[in-house]
């Protein structure tokens, strides 16, 4: 049988609950929201003179708790109209609607009996063969199962996201004792393909496998803070970024999720797995429970391991909490002689080394952290899982690792991590050693474009499941190289398509991503059927070099300028006219440039959580890549007949203006960045590549043609000119931007207004392309726009000067 998912009915409508809500309804699935009926009414609905019978009292609690979760930002759900495909109700009105569901997903408080009576009334009401399911985070599915019927045993198990269900791909699938293979196979590949997740099927053991070893990492740290006499942004400092963690590290992350989930966790665990050997490390250091009794959870209760406070000249700063004291106190810089050392090592995995070999505190931390984390996962194989592949998997998407433990391991060398284990005065598991004995002197290795895992019981490096979906440019980077550079790699992807990574720093685009986009383009037009631009950074472009535009119009070198700007301009025109075609796949930060080589692509295929606009008014340019041209064009194919075409093109002008950037690539067709019926959205980023080569194939045979350069693009000349700079005059007489913003929409007005001409007429790209270079360059001359550039450069942020 074909299963598909077309409604899906979410029971309990709290943060969980409307998250997940709200992510069906991103993937276009029919959602039914449930809750309980309140039990008395509030002082609103008494004032309304309203009864515990009324409609909208009745569904007041689920109704809230959606709107709450719409309102919250992040937002759980990628474009506003999508919370449409939600109906909500109660579950005494409602229940018997779930027998049109296709899935049901409890998302209860986590008590058992609660639970049991969900089931029970679910029960009479679910048709037979429908999938049933809880997002449970700790109680053992075995339990729920008990007292239910044969069909429902056989098609319920544990489903657990992990919060946000938008932006945390964990997805972990915990089968109950009779739960049917076919019900598991439809979890897993439903997870990573509609739902975008890394779907990682765990045991029936207290909290699963994400938490089981998450908490345990940040369990750990809380104990090795007091022995190692630590501050909180010390350990920060050594648990973010540099070793490809969140930037929330340690103490920022728990304030966010909340000390009292992560207690409550941990507690469960304490009680749950009395054998762990680290069992003791999961009672609570005496510092979190002071924090606990004085409800200091984070940021629900405004203050945690940091709190923000207001000071006299009503600018704010933030205290962190002395762990020895418990009082707050101003932040204290955290600065190690090790973390100087790892500055100039570009990739995460090659800094462990360094980091494990220093001689200050940052080393000791280090060694005496990841011995711990090592010992514990191999000895948790096969407690709670039999591959270890799985707990990385969990690592990566639910705690946002770059790497999972044993590919840290890997990073560190299996014997040197052994070593470091029992000089800590631990004890790997027996099958480590084993695998060093069998000839694996590693947990992974990479063969023919594919990742092999160290499998236990056979006793030897087996493929890891799954990646057929899937291209991994880490994976065929080196063996299928056809051309590199300073700031690319281009990759033969097969069947006569080629893949451009960008490898410059934070993916900007300067002369060598030209150079090699360019070089690309040659050798696919000369021998291979299309082209892809497609990359695994953290963004896919955060735009142009901004540095060598500030050091060239410093200089005053403007004719390098020019010519550099021209470049751009021209390798631009390229994507879009060369003859053969192009694909390009952003993810994630999509700007400035960035933006604008998506613009310019025959077909874009974005992830779902891209961020794409044109930001150059923050660094006090135009778009010059193109950008402004391709907004001006954009807005001429919308005009038609009797239309207010000044609207179609004010509504583009705007979107360059006000620098906007969608926040999913939903919201992006909005902005006409995306155009609908051409570009897509995949919603797993590891099959955006694999998708995107398909495009591009599919567009080679089906006999793709060169276009033909445009010339017939409609411009509004001074009607359109005089209307906006009668705009920007009264934006700064309303004070809502400065002279120098004025002056830059105003540059910005007169090229996509197509000049200061007396009528509507038609031009072609390059007319528009030429005002663009000319603004971008004229404003580049100005000192306040150097100003910006520089504080870009400097602080990472737009000055508004």
């Given at each position: 049988?074909?299963?598909?998912?077309?409604?899906?009915?979410?029971?309990?409508?709290?943060?969980?609950?409307?998250?997940?809500?709200?992510?069906?309804?991103?993937?276009?699935?029919?959602?039914?929201?449930?809750?309980?009926?309140?039990?008395?009414?509030?002082?609103?609905?008494?004032?309304?003179?309203?009864?515990?019978?009324?409609?909208?009292?009745?569904?007041?609690?689920?109704?809230?708790?959606?709107?709450?979760?719409?309102?919250?930002?992040?937002?759980?759900?990628?474009?506003?109209?999508?919370?449409?495909?939600?109906?909500?109700?109660?579950?005494?009105?409602?229940?018997?609607?779930?027998?049109?569901?296709?899935?049901?997903?409890?998302?209860?408080?986590?008590?058992?009996?609660?639970?049991?009576?969900?089931?029970?009334?679910?029960?009479?009401?679910?048709?037979?063969?429908?999938?049933?399911?809880?997002?449970?985070?700790?109680?053992?599915?075995?339990?729920?199962?008990?007292?239910?019927?044969?069909?429902?045993?056989?098609?319920?198990?544990?489903?657990?996201?992990?919060?946000?269900?938008?932006?945390?791909?964990?997805?972990?699938?915990?089968?109950?004792?009779?739960?049917?293979?076919?019900?598991?196979?439809?979890?897993?590949?439903?997870?990573?393909?509609?739902?975008?997740?890394?779907?990682?099927?765990?045991?029936?053991?207290?909290?699963?496998?994400?938490?089981?070893?998450?908490?345990?990492?940040?369990?750990?740290?809380?104990?090795?803070?007091?022995?190692m006499d630590m501050t909180v942004e010390e350990v920060d400092k050594l648990t973010g970024p540099v070793i490809g963690r969140p930037k929330s590290a340690t103490f920022r992350t728990v304030d966010v999720v909340g000390l009292d989930t992560l207690v409550h966790v941990a507690n469960g665990l304490y009680e749950g797995v009395p054998n762990d050997e680290q069992h003791e490390l999961f009672k609570l250091p005496e510092f979190i429970q002071t924090m606990m009794d004085n409800k200091w959870l984070g940021s629900k209760t405004g203050q945690g391991f940091y709190k923000k406070e207001k000071k006299k000249d009503g600018s704010s700063e933030i205290l962190t909490l002395d762990l020895d004291s418990m009082e707050y106190r101003e932040g204290k810089k955290a600065n190690f002689a090790t973390l100087e050392q790892t500055k100039s090592i570009d990739k995460v995995e090659d800094r462990f080394e360094v980091l494990i070999n220093g001689k200050d505190k940052a080393g000791e931390f280090y060694r005496k952290n990841l011995a711990a984390l090592f010992a514990y996962v191999s000895n948790r194989i096969p407690e709670i899982t039999d591959e270890l592949y799985k707990i990385d998997d969990a690592m990566r998407a639910g705690f946002g690792w770059e790497h999972g433990p044993f590919q840290i391991w890997d990073a560190v060398g299996v014997k040197k991590g052994i070593e470091m284990i029992k000089a800590e005065g631990y004890e790997p598991a027996g099958w480590v050693n084993e695998m060093l004995e069998s000839g694996s002197d590693s947990f992974y290795t990479v063969k023919d474009g594919n990742s092999y895992y160290y499998d236990i019981p056979q006793k030897k490096q087996v493929k890891v499941p799954g990646q057929d979906a899937f291209i991994i440019l880490d994976n065929i980077r080196e063996s299928k190289k056809v051309f590199s550079n300073s700031g690319v790699v281009v990759e033969d992807l097969g069947d006569g398509i080629l893949n451009v990574e960008f490898r410059s720093k934070m993916n900007t685009i300067g002369g060598d991503v030209l150079d090699g986009l360019n070089k690309a383009i040659d050798m696919a037009e000369r021998d291979y059927q299309g082209l892809v631009v497609a990359n695994n950074g953290a963004n896919f472009s955060v735009g142009a070099n901004i540095g060598m535009i500030f050091m060239m119009a410093v200089e005053q070198e403007y004719e390098e300028l020019n010519m550099a700007i021209k470049y751009f301009q021209d390798t631009m025109m390229r994507m879009r006219y060369s003859s053969i075609p192009t694909v390009a796949a952003p993810h994630a930060m999509t700007l400035g440039g960035g933006c604008e080589l998506s613009l310019h692509a025959d077909k874009v295929v974005a992830a779902a959580e891209t961020y794409i606009g044109l930001v150059e008014f923050g660094v006090g340019v135009i778009p010059g890549g193109g950008g402004s041209k391709e907004m001006t064009v954009r807005a001429s194919d919308t005009y038609k007949k009797d239309d207010v075409e000044l609207n179609r093109l004010r509504e583009h002008f705007l979107t360059i203006a006000m620098a906007k950037v969608s926040t999913s690539a939903h919201e992006a067709f909005d902005l006409n960045i995306l155009q609908k019926g051409k570009d897509i959205v995949v919603v797993n980023k590891d099959r955006q590549l694999a998708i995107a080569k398909q495009h591009a194939l599919l567009m080679a045979e089906n006999g793709y043609t060169k276009p033909i350069h445009r010339t017939d693009i409609k411009v509004l000349g001074k009607q359109a000119l005089g209307t906006f700079m009668v705009g920007t005059d009264q934006m700064v007489a309303g004070k809502y931007i400065s002279e120098h913003d004025r002056k830059i929409a105003n540059k910005l007005a007169y090229v996509m207004s197509g000049g200061d001409l007396s009528a509507a007429t038609m031009v072609s790209e390059q007319y528009l392309l030429d005002l663009e270079r000319e603004a971008f360059l004229s404003l580049t001359g100005e000192r306040k726009t150097l100003e910006r550039l520089q504080h870009m450069l400097q602080k990472g942020k737009p000055l508004r000067n």
């Open positions: 049988m074909k299963r598909r998912i077309n409604k899906v009915a979410v029971i309990g409508s709290g943060i969980m609950g409307s998250g997940i809500a709200c992510h069906f309804a991103n993937i276009g699935v029919e959602v039914l929201l449930l809750d309980i009926v309140p039990r008395e009414l509030n002082e609103q609905e008494k004032k309304k003179g309203l009864t515990l019978e009324d409609k909208q009292v009745r569904n007041r609690l689920v109704n809230q708790a959606l709107q709450d979760a719409l309102k919250s930002k992040p937002s759980p759900i990628y474009h506003k109209d999508f919370a449409s495909r939600i109906k909500t109700g109660n579950l005494e009105d409602d229940i018997s609607k779930v027998s049109e569901a296709d899935w049901i997903i409890e998302v209860v408080v986590e008590r058992l009996d609660i639970k049991k009576k969900v089931f029970d009334n679910l029960e009479k009401h679910r048709k037979e063969g429908t999938l049933i399911t809880s997002n449970t985070s700790g109680i053992p599915i075995q339990l729920m199962n008990e007292g239910r019927s044969e069909d429902f045993k056989k098609h319920f198990c544990g489903t657990h996201f992990f919060n946000p269900p938008r932006y945390l791909r964990l997805f972990e699938i915990i089968p109950g004792p009779d739960t049917s293979e076919e019900v598991l196979e439809f979890l897993n590949e439903y997870g990573e393909k509609f739902l975008g997740k890394t779907s990682v099927v765990a045991k029936d053991t207290p909290a699963f496998i994400g938490n089981r070893i998450g908490i345990f990492s940040i369990m750990s740290l809380f104990h090795m803070v007091k022995e």
